[in-house]
């Protein structure tokens, strides 16, 4: 059997295309890593091509490790032997092997995005640059963009009526000269440097070229220039370099990305070869169709049109609520009705939406309809707290230097080296010329610190230095175990009686877990390549395998997913498209394909919601419906709600529109009933909650949906557990304190 006979006919023209420049559009579910893995089994099997000499690159670990997979199905034992990764990873093995060659040490450390925030406050406070004026966030936008675009320090030039870029400039070189005292590199960085290695190296940019023969890229549509250049050098050889991508799924601009790239590269290689795949596995006729109407009128887009094989399905449905609360309501109701009728599970429905901001009212009507749900998107393992502080300790331990990672540390846990100190050891340090671990070494010194105060500094820094001699001793766990333990981090969180440093407590043990993964299943399980693997995860990267409970995220969070039932939310004129983009022509096309996008996440039912009036920053405004509802073809699509001419909007009943949707008892408003009761319930509640004494609990004395009192946060809801007994953890919702994680023995929780 040919590798060729599990491809449709575009599919195989696009594999068999192997030599020279090719671009293929891969239209939403038409197979696109299928044709990139395929292609490479086709090249390693029918060609003979060996596989060190294939390079796939994609944006994610996650989509590169399914690469690897699928790849590892298709050509065997041959598989390790090529090379699939992100382009930072790619970046830093490059830099890691070569990087001398203009002067990277091989063991510098990767800084986060928070990491480099922290710098970056770092360098204003020494510039006397007022971060409230000009905010790091801000400053960091305006370095990052200008990396992507190759400009050092020296070339950048600001605009000169833009005071923000103009303090850009002074930050940016100041912030650059931190980051290589500290030997370390931020994300923008990786791909610079490596750019500039090829450029400045003939001997090394000949060496890649060879290893690297075939080049393959998923997602071209994301990439920006920096990206773009560095494929240049690394293709220019041997011509080989195959793009994958959808110009209509472009929707990361203000990352950096710019769709133009994909548009111009039949203008920079006139002799590519172009396939479109078009036939679409994943959505019904009637959606495809509706995605089109929507997409097409971008000014700027290949001409392709999805089509499918699969039946015509539901009707796309539109919906008008009165206000966002009966929208979220509408949204549950709908929900709970499917799922009661056994046409669906909870983890079949995704609810998308333009910002975060807009998730509140829908929690809270999940809530009330005791729907279990999940905001994808939220706070991510390797950036909690507790974890991000065993990795200070960790990256102070690799590189001392790095000033960041020890101030994080320095006092966590609390050992009574207060901010004054600090600014005192810094102080020394910059006058010395010397690193703030290295001040810390001679703090006894200092006279003006107090001697109970240079105790702990000395204390702390002789803890790191035994460590720090273990690293080349000890197993990569046995280093993470012997930091935990030695650091005192999870002793402190253990010994604490909050239910939240419980939980934070299990967060350490997991990451020591982490740790002992990676030992087991990387070649590579040095310190250094433990780091460089956690700075590189991506929030996609980090996302909960979906599939038992409903999805709650932003339109930017659901690019790359599917479900069976997909809400848009917030389907109105600046909301979508956003008030940012009204008067930018270019941010107006992003926009149509972020709701394209949207479109054809759902697999057999679309709905689209927007509402008459809208609730923002407090004043209630009237809303007009967005422009992309008016390219939807009438002949397909159901609207619901509609208000008639000259009529006052009126809240629909859900046995109106949907009569075998039945809520518990008559429709409910969560925030309502839990912050105004009658008098009579009021006070029996007040009386039962004093007369009780809080009790250890478990598991078992709570189930999903009961209402619950909390101390401190009030009346709420049970959302979810996990878990058995004491241990277990109970999740709660609370109307005023959001969601809630307690630990079932010090929940303190009683029944309403």
């Known amino acids: 059997m040919s590798i060729l006979d599990n491809l449709n006919p575009e599919q195989q023209k696009a594999v068999q295309a192997t030599e020279g420049p090719v671009l293929i559009f891969a239209g939403a579910g038409s197979g696109k890593t299928r044709v990139l893995t395929y292609r490479i089994a086709y090249m390693v099997h029918e060609l003979g091509i060996a596989p060190e000499h294939i390079l796939a690159v994609t944006f994610t670990n996650k989509a590169a490790g399914e690469m690897k997979e699928r790849i590892a199905q298709l050509i065997g034992e041959q598989a390790p032997s090529l090379w699939a990764s992100t382009f930072h990873s790619l970046c830093a093995r490059m830099l890691r092997a070569d990087g001398a060659a203009i002067d990277i040490d091989p063991n510098f450390v990767i800084y986060d995005e928070a990491d480099q925030r922290a710098l970056i406050k770092e360098t204003l406070s020494a510039l006397n640059i007022d971060s409230e004026q000009y905010s790091p966030v801000d400053i960091h936008y305006e370095i990052s963009n200008a990396k992507n675009e190759l400009l050092t320090a020296a070339d950048y030039k600001p605009h000169r009526k833009n005071p923000l870029e103009r303090t850009a400039k002074r930050v940016y070189r100041n912030y650059q000269q931190r980051l290589a005292a500290s030997n370390a590199l931020d994300f923008d960085d990786l791909l610079m440097s490596a750019v500039h290695l090829l450029r400045e190296s003939e001997e090394l940019r000949d060496k890649y070229q060879n290893r690297f023969r075939y080049i393959l890229v998923d997602e071209y549509q994301d990439i920006n220039f920096a990206q773009s250049s560095l494929l240049e050098l690394l293709a220019d050889k041997h011509h080989n370099l195959c793009v994958v991508g959808d110009d209509d799924q472009s929707i990361y601009g203000w990352r950096g990305a710019n769709v133009r790239l994909i548009l111009a590269f039949e203008e920079h290689y006139p002799e590519a070869q172009v396939f479109k795949l078009e036939q679409n596995y994943r959505s019904t006729a009637n959606i495809l169709r509706c995605a089109y109407e929507v997409i097409r009128h971008n ?104 000033s960041v990672s020890l101030r994080r540390i320095i006092n966590n846990p609390t050992r009574g080296i207060g901010a004054k100190t600090l600014q005192v050891l810094d102080s020394e340090a910059r006058r010395r010329k010397v690193s703030l671990f290295e001040m810390c070494g001679i703090v006894s010194e200092l006279d003006q610190i107090r001697i109970r105060e240079q105790q702990a500094v000395a204390d702390f820094y002789d803890m790191m230095t035994a460590l720090h001699s273990r690293i080349d001793k000890l197993s990569l766990v046995k280093l993470v175990r012997e930091v935990v333990k030695r650091s005192g981090s999870l002793q402190r969180l253990r010994e604490s009686g909050a239910a939240d440093d419980a939980g934070r407590a299990e967060n350490v043990e997991e990451f020591v877990t982490a740790a002992a993964r990676f030992q087991k299943t990387h070649e590579d399980n040095s310190l250094v390549a433990f780091l460089e693997h956690i700075a590189l995860i991506s929030d996609i990267d980090q996302a909960k395998e979906l599939g038992s409970t409903v999805s709650l995220m932003t339109l930017h969070s659901a690019k790359g997913l599917e479900f069976p039932t997909v809400f848009i939310v917030g389907l109105e004129e600046e909301v979508l498209p956003h008030y940012r983009s009204m008067s930018d022509e270019f941010e107006l096309a ?13 697999q057999q039912r679309l709905y689209l919601t927007h509402c008459h009036r809208r609730t923002i920053f407090g004043e209630t405004q009237q809303m007009q419906p967005s422009r992309f509802l008016k390219d939807l073809p009438e002949e397909v699509v159901q609207r619901r709600g509609e208000l008639a001419p000259g009529s006052s909007p009126r809240l629909i009943e859900a046995r109106e529109e949907i009569p075998e949707m039945q809520m518990s008892g008559r429709r409910l408003d969560l925030t309502k009933i839990l912050s105004r009761a009658t008098a009579g319930a009021t006070a029996s509640a007040e009386q039962s909650r004093r007369s009780a004494e809080p009790i250890p609990s478990s598991a078992g004395d709570y189930t999903v949906g009961d209402k619950v009192s909390h101390p401190s946060f009030g009346d709420g809801r049970v959302v979810s557990i996990k878990g058995t007994g004491d241990e277990a953890e109970i999740v709660v919702g609370f109307p005023d304190k959001g969601i809630k994680k307690l630990l079932a023995r010090y929940a303190n929780l009683k029944k309403l």
């Open 299 to 402: 000014p700027a887009r290949a001409d392709k049109k999805l089509w499918t094989d699969n039946p015509p399905g539901e009707a796309p449905l539109v919906y008008r609520a009165i206000n966002e609360q009966e929208e979220a309501e509408w949204v549950a109701r709908l929900i709970q009705s499917q799922i009661r009728q056994g046409q669906a599970e909870p983890g079949d429905f995704a609810i998308l939406y333009r910002t975060n901001a807009m998730s509140r009212v829908f929690e809270e009507s999940l809530l009330d309809a005791n729907m279990p749900y999940e905001i994808v998107g939220g706070v991510r393992f390797y950036e909690r707290a507790e974890i991000k502080d065993v990795i200070a300790y960790l990256k102070t331990l690799l590189n001392p230097v790095s």
């Open 590 to 602: 992003e926009e149509r394909r972020l709701c394209y996008v949207g479109m054809t996440r759902a």
